[in-house]
C-alpha cells in the first residue's frame, strides 16, 4: 500500500529548515510556492505538525532541489528517512544511511576484519558482561531476546539487519518517561512480529531448515575430506613429476585447481573469494607454490571445523617444503600448444 502521510522526524524538520535557508527563501515563501497558507510551513518546522501527506513533502523537495523530477526528490526524502515512500522498489541497504566511518570503505576483505571485530571483541563481549550482572528472571528473558535474535538472523537475516540499524542509543535512559515509552514501542512491535511467526508458522519453517542444515553440513564435511585427500594425491603426483625432471605443470595445476581448490569452494561456498583468492593468479610455479602454501593454511585453520587430521601428518612438511622450492625456482607455467 502506498504511503500517504507521513511522520515529520527531527531530522526531516531540520533538512528542510537548512534546505529552505540555503535557497534564501522564508517559511511564508517556500509555503506559498507549495500552494499553501503563508503559516503552514512554519507549524511543520516547529513541530506542531506530526504528519504530512506525501505529495506536499513531494512538492517541498522538488522546490528546495530546483527539480521538475518528483523521483529525485522522492529519492532525497528517501535518504533522509531511510524508509521507502516512492513506487520505485528499493532494498533495504539502500535505505540505510551509512556511517561516515565505513562510507568510503570498498575492500571486501577490510569490512570482514572489522565485523570480526565488532563481533568478537565488542558485541559477544557487552552482551555476555551485560547478561552475567542479571538476576535469573533477567537472564531468562535476555535468552530468550537473544535466541529470537538467533531465529530472526536465521530466516531473515536481511530484516534483522534493519531492525539492528534502530539507534536505541539515542533514548536517555535517566529520563524515565522517555526509555519506558521506548521499551513500550520495541516490545509492541516485538508482539506485532511474534503474532506474525504464530500465524506463518515459523518455527516449523526454522525446525525444517535445520534439518536439512544438517544433511547440508554432513555434505560439505564430505566434500572438505575429499579436497583434503585430493590434496595428499595432487602432492604426491607432483613430487613424483619432479622426480622425472620434466613434469607437465600446466596438467598438474589443472588437476589440483579441479580436484583441490574447487572441492574445498564446494564445502565453503565463497572460499576462493575471502580465503583462497591466490587461485585468480597462477601464471608461475612460484604463484602456484603460493597457493598452495595458501590451501595448507586453510586446512589448517579449519580442521577443528571439518573434523579434519592434522595436514602435515597426510603430507609430511618435509614433502611440502621440496615442492614448494621446486615451485619458487619453476618460472612460466605454459599452456599446451593446440594441434
Given amino acids: 500500500m502506498e504511503i500517504k502521510k507521513i511522520t515529520v522526524t527531527d531530522k526531516l524538520r531540520k533538512d528542510i529548515i537548512e534546505r529552505r535557508k540555503q535557497e534564501s527563501l522564508s517559511s511564508y515563501e517556500l509555503s506559498e510556492k507549495s500552494g499553501h497558507s503563508k503559516y503552514w510551513l512554519s507549524n511543520i518546522e516547529s513541530g506542531k505538525t506530526k504528519k504530512i501527506n506525501k505529495a506536499d513533502l513531494v512538492s517541498i523537495y522538488m522546490i528546495l532541489l530546483n527539480t521538475d523530477d518528483s523521483e529525485d526528490a522522492i529519492n532525497e526524502i528517501e535518504q533522509i528517512l531511510n524508509q521507502q515512500i516512492g513506487s520505485e522498489h528499493k532494498e533495504w541497504y539502500e535505505l540505510i544511511e551509512l556511517s561516515e566511518e565505513f562510507n568510503d570503505m570498498y575492500d571486501e576483505d577490510e569490512t570482514m576484519e572489522i565485523l570480526d571485530e565488532y563481533w568478537n571483541d565488542k558485541i559477544y563481549e557487552r552482551i555476555s558482561n551485560s ?89 560439505d564435511k564430505n566434500n572438505i575430506h575429499i579436497a583434503l585427500s585430493n590434496f595428499q594425491k595432487c602432492i604426491q603426483k607432483l613430487l613424483e613429476a619432479i622426480e622425472t625432471g620434466n613434469p607437465d605443470m600446466h596438467s598438474i595445476l589443472d588437476d589440483f585447481i579441479q580436484n583441490v581448490t574447487f572441492k574445498i569452494e564446494q564445502g565453503q561456498p565463497n572460499v576462493l573469494k575471502h580465503y583462497l583468492k591466490s587461485f585468480l593468479h597462477i601464471y608461475t610455479g612460484e604463484n602456484f607454490s603460493t597457493h598452495i602454501h595458501d590451501c595448507v593454511s586453510w586446512f589448517l585453520g579449519f580442521q577443528n571445523k571439518y573434523d579434519l587430521p592434522f595436514v602435515y601428518n597426510v603430507v609430511s612438511k618435509t614433502d611440502l617444503d621440496k615442492v614448494y622450492a621446486y615451485l619458487n625456482s619453476y618460472g612460466e607455467i605454459k599452456r599446451p600448444l593446440l594441434t
Fill in 131 to 219: 547478561i552475567f550482572g542479571m538476576n535469573v528472571d533477567q537472564k531468562q528473558a535476555a535468552l530468550t531476546a537473544v535466541q529470537n535474535f538467533y531465529y530472526s538472523m536465521y530466516l531473515n537475516p536481511e530484516l534483522t539487519l534493519v531492525l539492528m540499524n534502530i539507534p536505541i542509543y539515542g533514548v536517555n535512559k535517566s529520563n524515565s518517561e522517555e526509555y519506558y515509552a521506548a521499551v513500550n514501542d520495541l516490545l509492541s512491535v516485538a508482539a506485532k512480529y511474534n503474532d506474525l511467526a504464530v500465524k506463518n508458522h515459523s518455527m516449523d519453517t526454522i525446525q525444517s531448515w535445520r534439518e536439512y542444515d544438517k544433511y547440508y553440513e554432513e555434505q
